[in-house]
């Protein structure tokens, strides 16, 4: 799928679904009859193996009660370690430096109290102006922690045009002043993609741990967190990874911290085979695990273990390849189609920027996605007026995405969109 320049028609769409090597993964989902799903960079569809794997967890409890801990397919006790191995693939680590663990802030917290040690004249945080705002919530909440006044230790990397940062900028900060920075890997309006490899290389010359957040690109991106250096890494795994609402989060800690006492610690920070010696002196876990606190949720756990059967069938690599086609895709249509009407393509242009959704501005962006809902579509928005829009590798077709453009464009020329009022959900 080497295409740069598309034709417009229907029948193109429909040949490059001919065409697609992930067709057949398509099938392997829930997807309600007649809906084009656009919000899987939100939260991804129920998969038939994530239903049964769910369903098995049950069954184990049902059969073997307590002893679920330790008997059964999925020995509950080992599953998160198991997990994270079969997870390691997809963000290019080792398999003991992934754990499936609690949830993206939680893991902020857990991964910044541990990396977050201000000395001397090294006190400050780095992020950026564009972050999601929990990243945001959480470092000022650790900076406070440590005696310290987010207004001048949280340093913001502005954008200069509102929708990209730039790397040049975020280098540019990284004075001896800063002990820590923490980045998205994709920036979660936009869809910009930031250069892990060049900012971790920057970082680690000047002295600073370095860390980013993978909500927005797990999935959907190959990454080489070992191979880059990147000190840590945590990530949700209900969007591309379509672990189902709420599902525990992921984290990756580069193996050169391990037996490092984690900033918050648990039982289940143990060495596995200590856990229940019931000693009040903590024996570290040597790997990802001891970045672990409590007993894992293993109901929550239970979908992912179906969802990674199918990144199994195929690779991150694959997922990548078509990700970026249908998202440029998209670009085009957009670009010719709706050109005129108000809308601003938020996403760079340039395949190593963008992200695996596309981002569109436009001032009736609230009243544009309840009507796309109507009509049987279902988008993202984001405040003040972004329309997300996430063609996922596994289960959107090009056909798809050729119908949205289409149903956009009406809802604009036939003014659908003045049906509706302009205020958000609770939940958007």
């Given amino acids: 799928m080497g295409i740069t320049t598309f034709d417009n028609s229907l029948d193109y769409a429909k040949s490059l679904d001919a065409q697609d090597k992930l067709s057949a993964l398509r099938e392997e989902f829930y997807i309600p ?33 307590i002893d ?10 080992f599953l998160p370690e198991r997990l994270g191995k079969l997870m390691a693939p997809l963000v290019g680590a080792e398999p003991e430096e992934v754990i499936v663990t609690g949830s993206t802030t939680i893991n902020i917290h857990q991964l910044v109290a541990t990396f977050y040690q201000p000395q001397g004249n090294r006190t400050k945080i780095i992020a950026t102006s564009l972050d999601f705002p929990t990243d945001i919530y959480a470092l000022q909440s650790q900076i406070r922690l440590r005696g310290y006044d987010p207004e001048t230790h949280l340093i913001s990397i502005e954008s200069r045009d509102g929708r990209i940062i730039e790397e040049d900028d975020i ?29 971790t290389a920057e970082a680690h010359k000047r002295g600073i741990v370095i860390g980013f957040d993978g909500c927005h690109s797990v999935g959907a991106i190959p990454h ?3 191979k880059w250096d990147v000190d840590f890494a945590l990530w949700c795994n209900y969007k591309y990874l379509n672990a189902g609402p709420g599902g525990v989060a992921s984290l990756y800690v580069n193996k050169k911290h391990f ?15 200590k856990q229940f010696d019931m000693e009040h002196t903590l024996t570290v876990e040597h790997s990802a695990g001891a970045f672990q606190t409590g007993t894992p949720h293993i109901l929550s756990i239970a979908p992912l273990i179906g969802s990674l ?16 086609h249908i998202t440029q895709y998209f670009t085009q249509l957009v670009n010719d189609a709706l050109a005129g009407l108000g809308f601003t ?19 009736e962006a609230v009243r544009i996605c309840k009507a796309l ?7 993202d928005y984001r405040a003040p007026n972004i329309v997300r829009l996430a063609p996922v590798a596994l289960y959107v077709t090009y056909e798809d995405v050729w119908k949205t453009v289409q149903v956009l464009k009406a809802i604009i020329t036939e003014k659908q969109y003045e049906k509706y009022d302009s205020q958000r959900g609770v939940v958007a």
């Fill in 224 to 226: 080489y967190f070992s």
């Fill in 373 to 379: 809902k109507d009509n049987n579509i279902i988008p």
């Fill in 259 to 273: 037996g490092r006492v984690p900033g918050l610690t648990g039982w289940y920070s143990s060495r596995k085979d």
């Fill in 309 to 324: 059967e199918i990144f199994a069938m195929t690779s991150i690599e694959e997922i990548r390849a078509k990700s970026l």
């Fill in 171 to 199: 280098i540019a900060a990284m004075s001896d002043e800063v002990a820590l920075i923490l980045l998205p890997t994709v920036l979660y309006r936009s869809g910009q993609l930031l250069d892990i490899e060049r900012l």
């Fill in 33 to 65: 009859e007649g809906m084009i799903y656009l919000d899987g960079n939100s939260l991804g569809l129920l998969s038939k193996r994530a239903e049964q794997t769910l369903l098995d967890m049950l069954q184990s409890w049902k059969n073997y009660n």
């Fill in 345 to 363: 393509l938020m996403n760079p242009t340039e395949d190593p920027r963008r992200g695996g959704h596309i981002s569109l501005h436009h001032e």
């Fill in 68 to 77: 679920g801990w330790t008997s059964g397919e999925d020995p509950w006790f």
